[in-house]
């Protein structure tokens, strides 16, 4: 279990949220807990009376909110009854309960036994191609909809360690050499769109397991890395040290590249140095 010294990096945090479903899986087959011994039961287990409180990431456990004048990066304490709620690296609120096949971690199956229909043939089903375009919105819509989408939701997964982008291949790579986390996606036969290229399989990983505030036991859930409120974060930086690296130190300026300035030309964002894409 991971114990960084500086900031908790989601597959430091992933490292605790495994541990805990480890442990919730194992109980859980020991007694042979029922659905509901798992979602309403386990979560009331006080894990801070045993070992595990010594693993258990500060931001999910005693958070101790201190007044400011302005709100944290990270969105803790907005909340002063519930300082986690909305925070960065804290798991999503489900409307419903999962449906894990296992009732607390395999991917879900049919009401029947069977595995379910491919999601690509629900997909196309559910939001047929019907060469329908509307009138009434501008591409302005879909980007102002993913600016927003991406100021307050991004499941933590598994990162190329030196890219960071997502986990090169699951669909190519025999069952031995694929990452733990695959999931992929496969694409039927007589798909009317992908057939054109031979594509018959998308890459695709499970998001990381989320420990729970207080780093209570129960079934697999995802933890958002940014904050779950609209704050801009996506322009000012989820953590205070990388908000810093975004600023030019003066002015409250926000830094920038001026690397047209002798064309007369507006400066451009930053470069991004660290994790090249």
């Known amino acids: 279990v991971s114990q960084p010294k500086g900031d908790w990096k989601p597959e430091d945090i992933a490292t605790v949220g495994e541990l805990l479903l480890d442990i919730s899986i194992q109980l859980a087959r020991t007694y042979g807990l029922s659905y509901e011994d798992i979602e309403k039961g386990l979560p009331h287990i006080d894990t801070s009376k045993t070992h595990?409180?010594?693993?258990?990431?500060?931001?999910?456990?005693?958070?101790?909110?201190?007044?400011?004048?302005?709100?944290?990066?990270?969105?803790?304490?907005?909340?002063?009854?519930?300082?986690?709620?909305g925070a960065a690296n804290t798991p999503f609120q489900r409307l419903v309960g999962p449906l894990y096949s296992d009732g607390i971690n395999a991917p879900r199956i049919s009401i029947t036994g069977h595995e379910l229909p491919y999601s690509r043939v629900v997909s196309r089903t559910m939001h047929p191609d019907d060469g329908f375009h509307d009138h009434a919105g501008t591409v302005m819509v879909i980007a102002w909809g993913q600016f927003m989408d991406h100021d307050f939701t991004?499941?933590?997964?598994?990162?190329?360690?030196?890219?960071?982008?997502d986990p090169e291949e699951c669909c190519k790579r025999p069952p031995h050499l694929?990452?733990?986390?695959?999931?992929?996606?496969?694409?039927?036969?007589?798909?009317?769109?992908?057939?054109?290229?031979?594509?018959?399989?998308?890459?695709?990983?499970?998001?990381?397991?989320?420990?729970?505030?207080?780093?209570?036991?129960?079934?697999?859930?995802?933890?958002?890395?940014?904050?779950?409120?609209?704050?801009?974060?996506?322009?000012?930086?989820?953590?205070?040290?990388?908000?810093?690296?975004?600023?030019a130190g003066f002015g409250g300026l926000m830094r920038m590249n001026p690397v047209f300035a002798e064309y007369g030309l507006k400066d451009m964002l930053p470069l991004k140095l660290d994790t090249p894409r």
């Open 178 to 247: 694929k990452h733990p986390y695959c999931n992929e996606l496969r694409i039927p036969d007589d798909d009317y769109f992908y057939r054109l290229f031979n594509v018959k399989c998308i890459d695709f990983v499970r998001g990381f397991p989320s420990p729970r505030p207080g780093c209570r036991l129960g079934s697999r859930q995802q933890f958002n890395t940014l904050t779950g409120v609209i704050d801009g974060n996506t322009v000012y930086g989820v953590t205070e040290k990388f908000a810093r690296k975004l600023r």
């Open 52 to 85: 595990i409180r010594e693993v258990c990431p500060p931001f999910l456990s005693g958070v101790d909110c201190r007044p400011g004048k302005y709100r944290r990066f990270d969105g803790l304490c907005n909340n002063l009854e519930n300082p986690t709620w």
């Open 154 to 165: 991004l499941t933590a997964t598994p990162l190329d360690p030196i890219n960071r982008n």
